[in-house]
């Protein structure tokens, strides 16, 4: 079992950064892949980014690449979600999810993931 709360976000202006933060309460937190995902109102959750089982390799999505940066910090079992450049069609309920991994891979569906948080609101003002 895997305990996630996500922290960090908030309201913020376009164009403007925010730093989401998922902390885990597992002893094996490298025995999880980790992504991120968001869900606006009225739509589906959908993929941001994630890394492979192993840690070594991370996937975002078109939508944000070059805008967001996920990283993984084993030490504190931590997997943050650096946002830049933030656009008003960001803003969504963000929600850090967790599965033991099989396959050194990207886990892309919601779906795929075992376990999630409460989830975190970021609002992007135009």
């Known amino acids: 079992q895997v305990q996630l709360v996500e922290s960090g976000g908030g309201l913020v202006q376009a164009g403007g950064s925010l730093r989401l933060s998922c902390a885990a309460s597992t002893r094996t937190f490298s025995d999880y892949a980790m992504g991120w995902f968001r869900q606006a109102p009225g739509k589906e959750r959908e993929f941001v980014a994630a890394?492979?089982?192993?840690?070594?390799?991370?996937y975002s999505a078109d939508s944000v690449k070059g805008r967001f940066t996920i990283s993984r910090d084993n030490a504190e079992n931590t997997v943050h979600l650096q946002m830049n450049s933030l656009k008003s069609e960001d803003t969504a309920v963000y929600y850090c999810?967790?599965?033991?991994?099989?396959?050194?891979?990207?886990?892309?569906?919601?779906?795929?993931?075992?376990?999630w948080g409460q989830g975190t609101q970021v609002t992007v003002s135009s």
């Open positions: 890394f492979d089982g192993s840690g070594g390799r991370a």
């Open positions: 999810g967790a599965r033991r991994w099989a396959y050194n891979r990207i886990y892309y569906r919601s779906t795929d993931y075992s376990y």
